[in-house]
C-alpha cells in the first residue's frame, strides 16, 4: 500500500479570499474536535481558529529564518564595500552634474557684479539675462546666470557610478543619486548621496545584484537581493545612467577580465552610460567586445548592421584613421562611402568635411561618381561655396542632377563645381523646366496627331 502523505499547507489557504470566490466558512469542526484542539492548547475556550493561528506563527517564523539566512548572505557579500574617498566627494563638486555651475549676479546701475560656484571667484559681466548660458570671465566654464532674487533654493540632480575591487578580485559597482543644492543664492554647495545600487562581479564573471529597499519584515531600509527603482529590470536600466568616477580605473581593472576593453579611456570619451548595460553587452555582445578593444566608442551604443561591422573587420589597415575619428554610427556610413569609392581621406579632412552638417551618404556617392572624385581634398576645398548664404549639401546634389540630365560634361571642373552655385543650379534648373514642357507639349501633339 502507498504511504499517506500529509499536506503542509495551513489553513489559512482553505479559509480566506481567494481572487473572486470568498470561500469563509470552507473549514469547520465539530463539537468533540473542539475540546481536542483546546486540550492541545491548554486552553477553555476556542476553535479551529486556533490552529490557524498557531500554523500563521510557525510560518512567521520560518520566514523570519529564511529572511535572517538570505540577511546573513548579504552581509557576508557586501562587508568588504570600501569607504568613500574624499577625492570622490571633490570630484562630484567640481567635475560631475556639468549643467550645476551658477554664476550668482546682482545688477546695480553702474555695474553686474556676480559670483561663480565653479571657480568660487567674483566677477563682472557686461550683461546679464536671468537663466541664460554664458562662459565665466575668470574660470572659462560654461555657466548658467542666476539672479540673486529669484535664486533661493537650487536642486540639482544626477546619477554617479564608483568602481572599486576588493581584495579577492571581485569588482564592486555602486551607484548613487547624487543632490546639489544652492541654498539663498550661495555658491558652497550642499551635497547628498543616497546609494541605492551594488553589483558585484567575481572572477568568474557571476553577477550577484544589491538593492537598498524598505523591507517590511524588519521596519526598515538594507540591503537586499534584486534592482532598486520600481517595475524591476527594464526601469532600473533607464534609471542608473550616469556619469562614472574616472580617478584610478585603469588600477582597480587591472588583472581583471575587463583591462583589455579600454573601460578607462570610454568613460573618459562618454559623459552619461549605464555601467551594468554595458559589463552585460561585453559578456554576451561580441560586437561590443570588438568595438571596445579597437576604440571606436561612439559605435559602442548602437547597434552595428553586418555589412558594417564585416567592412570595419576588412579594413584594419585604416584602423588608425577610424580611432582618430571615433565615428558615430552615421558617420561611419559615410566613410564606408568614400573608402568604397576609392576616395583618399585622413582624419583630418573628415572632420573638415562633417564640419557643417552629416551629409547624406547616397548623396555623397551620387556626387563622388558624377564627378569622378579621387581625393576628398577638392570636396573640402568647395565647402566654403556649398555653405554660403545658408545653404546645404542638397543644392550642390541638385545641381549635379540637374546636370546629369541636361547632358553636362561633368568632367570638367568648372562644371561640376561651379564658382557661382547658386546662379548656376537657378540657369540650370530653368533650363531642365523648359526641356520638359517642350517633351510634354511633343506628347500631347503626337497624342492629337
Known amino acids: ?45 476556542g476553535n479551529i481558529n486556533l490552529v490557524s493561528k498557531f500554523q500563521k506563527s510557525i510560518r512567521n517564523s520560518q520566514r523570519k529564518a529564511r529572511n535572517e539566512k538570505k540577511l546573513n548572505e548579504i552581509n557576508s557579500k557586501l562587508k568588504t564595500v570600501k569607504k568613500l574617498p574624499k577625492s570622490f566627494y571633490n570630484w562630484i563638486n567640481k567635475e560631475s552634474l556639468e549643467n550645476s555651475r551658477y554664476i550668482f549676479y546682482t545688477k546695480t546701475r553702474k555695474e553686474i557684479i556676480g559670483s561663480c560656484s565653479y571657480c568660487k571667484k567674483e566677477v563682472t559681466l557686461n550683461k546679464a539675462k536671468h537663466n541664460s548660458t554664458v562662459t565665466c570671465p575668470s574660470c572659462g566654464n560654461n555657466v548658467t546666470l542666476k539672479a540673486k ?62 538593492c537598498y529597499t524598505y523591507k517590511s519584515q524588519y521596519n526598515k531600509y538594507t540591503w537586499w537581493f534584486g534592482f532598486g527603482r520600481e517595475n524591476g529590470l527594464m526601469n532600473y536600466q533607464k534609471s542608473d545612467v550616469g556619469e562614472v568616477y574616472p580617478n584610478n580605473l585603469k588600477c582597480i581593472l587591472n588583472q581583471t577580465y575587463f583591462e583589455n576593453y579600454n573601460l578607462a579611456d570610454y568613460f573618459q570619451s562618454t559623459k552619461k552610460r549605464s555601467v551594468y548595460n554595458l559589463i552585460l553587452d561585453l559578456l554576451k555582445e561580441k560586437r561590443t567586445e570588438t568595438l571596445m578593444q579597437k ?50 581621406f585622413n582624419a583630418e579632412q573628415f572632420k573638415e568635411l562633417i564640419k557643417h552638417e552629416l551629409i547624406d551618404c547616397k548623396k555623397l556617392d551620387f556626387a563622388i561618381k558624377l564627378t569622378h572624385m579621387k581625393t576628398i581634398e577638392k570636396l573640402i576645398n568647395y565647402l566654403p561655396t556649398i555653405y554660403s548664404n545658408r545653404n546645404d549639401f542638397s543644392i550642390w546634389h541638385d545641381y549635379l542632377r540637374l546636370a546629369k540630365k541636361l547632358g553636362y560634361d561633368l568632367s570638367k571642373k568648372d562644371i561640376s563645381f561651379p564658382k557661382n552655385l547658386i546662379t548656376c543650379h537657378d540657369k540650370a534648373n530653368a533650363q531642365y523646366t523648359v526641356l520638359q514642357d517642350s517633351i510634354n507639349n511633343k506628347i500631347v501633339e503626337d497624342m492629337y496627331d
Open 1 to 45: 500500500m502507498p504511504s499517506k502523505k500529509f499536506s503542509s499547507s495551513t489553513l489559512f489557504t482553505l479559509d480566506a479570499y481567494h481572487g473572486y470566490r470568498e470561500t469563509h466558512g470552507s473549514v469547520c469542526a465539530n463539537k468533540k474536535t473542539e475540546k481536542t484542539i483546546q486540550k492541545y492548547f491548554g486552553v477553555s475556550e
Open 149 to 210: 532674487g529669484f535664486s533661493k533654493n537650487i536642486v540639482d540632480k544626477g546619477v554617479i557610478n564608483f568602481i572599486e575591487k576588493d581584495k579577492n578580485g571581485t569588482i564592486i559597482i555602486r551607484v548613487f543619486d547624487v543632490y546639489k543644492t544652492y541654498k539663498n543664492a550661495s555658491i558652497n554647495a550642499e551635497i547628498k548621496l543616497y546609494e541605492w545600487q551594488r553589483h558585484l562581479i567575481d572572477k568568474e564573471l557571476k553577477i550577484n545584484n544589491f
Open 295 to 344: 576604440r571606436l566608442f561612439r559605435l559602442v551604443e548602437k547597434y552595428i548592421p553586418n555589412e558594417l561591422f564585416s567592412f570595419i573587420d576588412n579594413n584594419r589597415s585604416r584602423l588608425s584613421i577610424f580611432q582618430q575619428i571615433n565615428p558615430s554610427l552615421v558617420e561611419m556610413k559615410l566613410i564606408m562611402c568614400l573608402v568604397d569609392n576609392n576616395v583618399k
